[in-house]
Structures are given as C-alpha cells and as structure tokens.
C-alpha cells in the first residue's frame, strides 16, 4: 500500500530516516526543514507533529516504546519500514483572485459550485477529514475516561464534569467539522478514472 506524507515529514521520517523519537524530537527537526515557514507557532508545529504521530500510530506504522523516561519515545514498526510512501504534493496558491461575474456560485440543487481544477485540494481535504477523525477519536478516548473515573471516584464528580463537558463540547465542533468538509468534498468533482 502507497502512503502519503507531506514533504517536510517525508524528508525527516523518510529521507532522513528518523527514528526512535519523542513528538518534540519530531517537531524540532521538522522546524528546521520548514526553515522559510514563519505563519505557524512553536505550539501549531507541536500539533501537527502530534497528529502525524497518532495518525502513524493508528495506523500500525509507529509503536510506542516502552522507555521509563519522561517522554514517550516511538519507533518505526516492520509495517513503517516495508510501506511505500510517496511525498504528497503541495500546491502553492497565490493572491485570491476576485471572483469573475459570470462564475457561478451554485448548482442545480442548492450545493455550492467548486471550480477545482488541481485534485491536490480533494487530497487535501480527504487528509483534513482524516485528521479530525484522529482528534475525535482522541477526545471520545477523553471523554470516556472522565466518565471512567467519575464511576471509580464518584468524590470527584466536581472536578471531573466541567472536563467532561468540555470535551463532549470539543467532540461536538470536530464533527460539525468533519461534516462541513464532507459536505465541501460532495460538491467537488471526482477525480476522473484513467
């Protein structure tokens, strides 16, 4: 199975062959590769690098190691090593251009028009949809332990429901996300089958 992953991870993961890391060991050296990325923050590079490594995770191709130290260290797995990953292409998009008068802006049904010309953008939306499913997973994952430990240690009720419902109220935004990319992903057209 081919995988994909943007050029700054392949270049690290891949190319550079790292391995046996921390998320912050992975952030770093991502850093240094994105070395002209000046929009994202030291905490948005944090996430990113996290999600990559639950998605890799989830997917069998990392493992956590069973290290006594302070920060989980995760190690490629015979499934990471045996994969093929290709670099996901990136399309670099200039100034917006105005809208023009005669495109439309809605079909026949109500659904808005998507004049995509670069399946890149599908490819990227279908991998945005994938990582919001990994954060739902993980707040479900959330969730569910708060009502765990309410049902071990009914004492604490107090201090556990405000971040219960903060997470049931976090799992409820990453669907109504999860739901608008589908819906945006609906309108597109498919990508035409050679």
């Known amino acids: ?34 070395k002209d990325e000046t929009d994202m923050t030291l905490r948005d590079h944090h996430k990113r690098a996290y999600r990559v490594v639950l998605r890799l995770l989830t997917a069998g191709l990392l493992e956590k190691s069973k290290d006594i130290s302070e ?14 990953f290709k670099q996901r292409v990136t399309v670099e998009r200039g100034p917006k251009q105005p809208r023009q008068p005669n495109q439309p802006t ?5 659904a808005p028009s998507l004049p995509v010309k670069d399946t890149c953008i599908r490819d990227e939306l279908d991998q945005l949809v994938k990582t919001y499913q ?29 971040h219960y419902l903060k997470s049931r109220d976090v799992i409820s935004k990453i669907l109504g996300k999860i739901r608008a990319i589908e819906s945006v992903l609906a309108g597109m057209p498919k990508d035409p089958v050679l």
């Open 1 to 34: 199975m081919t995988r994909s992953l943007s050029p700054e991870f392949y270049s690290v993961l891949i190319e550079g062959n790292l391995n046996n890391f921390t998320v912050m060991e992975l952030r770093d050296a991502i850093i240094r590769e994105c």
């Open 134 to 162: 990994v954060d739902l997973l993980s707040s479900i994952g959330e969730s569910e332990e708060y009502l765990r430990l309410h049902q071990t240690y009914p004492q604490l009720k107090a201090k556990l429901e405000p």
């Open 106 to 110: 809605q079909v026949e049904h109500g």
């Open 71 to 84: 920060f989980a260290r995760y190690k490629k797995t015979p499934l990471f090593v045996a994969s093929v």
